[in-house]
């Protein structure tokens, strides 16, 4: 189960940090990732992160803004959002899959497991 939070609303150039929190497998099997959907536009991803944290991979759309990370211990990978657009208005949500060390995944379709979603909302 994984189950979001820290969304919310904020005015352009704000920050948000999420918090994806997972239950009920070991967490350390599973690379995780951060995608996003705004009205009527497909699902993409944001960033992505390898089982062991050592190696991430963002959008191009949120590259220097965007960091993720993840705490193995406490079964919670994170996503800090800083110079918030509006544009990166959308629902994000987490995703989880068993993955090799060090290799990060990209398609929603690679993805077995997606939490509920949290809403963000850049404000002009």
């Known amino acids: 189960q994984l189950v979001e939070s820290g969304g919310g609303w904020v005015q352009a150039g704000g920050s948000l940090r999420l918090s994806c929190a997972a239950s009920g497998r070991t967490f350390s099997n599973y690379a995780m990732g951060w995608f996003r959907q705004a009205p009527g536009k497909e699902r993409e991803i944001v960033a992505a992160i390898s089982r062991g944290g050592t190696k991430t991979s963002y959008a191009d759309s949120v590259k220097s803004r965007f960091t993720i990370s993840r705490d193995n211990a406490k079964n919670t990978v994170y996503l800090q959002m800083n110079t918030l657009k509006p544009e990166d208005t959308a629902v994000y949500s987490c995703?989880?899959?068993?993955?090799?060390?060090?290799?990060?995944?990209?398609?929603?379709?690679?993805?077995?497991?997606w939490g509920q979603g949290t809403q963000v909302t850049v404000s002009s």
């Open positions: 995703a989880a899959r068993s993955g090799n060390p060090g290799r990060v995944y990209f398609r929603t379709d690679e993805y077995d497991y």
